[in-house]
């Protein structure tokens, strides 16, 4: 079954970020992943995720969202994970502020993969113990942990 | 005796695939409106919707027929009947057929049969 270990690391997630927007939580997660060397064309990635985002949110209720694309610019699945300090509003679908927020990008020939990446993920989100272990996780390593945890 | 099962994705072919039923001796079905489930993750479900690309050219909506057949050699003239309809079930879009043991029924006053 697939999993995160292949995707994660621990150099891509960050707790207790501060941003004020939607625009401003996909660039800090960008900028992580460039500056762990997951990725090189940001921009790319950037215009590919909120072009996604304008399809419709990837906000699922619960203070949770997943903004993710399929993008030309992608040579192998990535993912970030930024855990906010102050929730922002981001169009859910339950009117709730989003603080927990995956976000993934994959190259377009890799549908298939990216798509038991997300069930996976939104399988896992809607465990409110899940949830609530993102939510306290004192750290990245615990919160990186929790995600790669086995069934 | 069998539950055959038959789904099909253009239901403008629904009239014509159950008179290729009738002929091939199978006169009593029950039809369900039915939904594949790339469609419904797509178009219903928030988190998929950039998957809609992947959907172009399917049909929202198809239709599944559901009929309890005496033997499977009834299949032998349906197939060829349906596929004269809507083309090979090999081919992507075209619609899904398969059968199931039924170990016992009841309330069914006329198993079709081969005649």
């Given at each position: 079954m697939v999993d995160f270990s292949g995707i994660l690391d621990v150099s891509c997630i960050a707790i207790d970020v501060e941003a004020a927007s939607r625009d401003d939580v996909i660039r800090k997660a960008i900028e992580l992943l460039e500056k762990s060397g997951k990725i090189s064309q940001g921009d790319s990635m950037y215009h590919d995720i909120m072009a996604r985002e304008q399809l419709?949110?990837?906000?699922?209720?619960?203070?949770i969202a997943v903004p993710h694309a399929l993008s030309d610019a992608m040579q192998s699945t990535v993912m970030a994970v930024l855990r906010l300090k102050t929730p922002i509003d981001y169009n859910a679908p339950d009117g709730k502020p989003v603080d927990l927020f995956f976000i993934m990008a994959g190259p377009k020939n890799d549908t298939a993969y990216h798509l038991k990446l997300l069930s996976r993920l939104a399988r896992l989100l809607h465990d409110s113990h899940f949830r609530e272990r993102a939510r306290t996780a004192s750290n990245v390593e615990a919160l990186a942990a929790l995600l790669l945890e086995k069934e | 005796m069998k539950l055959l099962v038959f789904i099909v994705n253009?239901?403008?072919?629904l009239e014509e695939i159950l008179e290729a039923y009738v002929e091939a001796g199978i006169s009593r079905a029950t039809i369900l409106d039915s939904e594949g489930m790339g469609r419904f993750l797509s178009y219903e479900v928030p988190l998929f919707?950039?998957?809609?690309?992947?959907?172009?050219?399917?049909?929202p909506y198809n239709k599944t027929i559901l009929s309890v057949i005496?033997?499977?050699?009834l299949l032998d003239q349906l197939v060829p009947l349906v596929e004269k309809t809507i083309?090979?079930?090999?081919?992507?879009?075209?619609g899904l057929m398969f059968t199931l043991p039924v170990d016992w029924a009841y309330g069914i006053s006329k198993i079709c049969k081969e005649e």
């Open positions: 419709a949110s990837t906000a699922i209720g619960e203070g | 253009d239901e403008n072919y919707a950039g998957f809609k690309d992947f959907m172009k050219g399917n049909k005496e033997d499977e050699a083309g090979s079930l090999e081919q992507p879009g075209t």
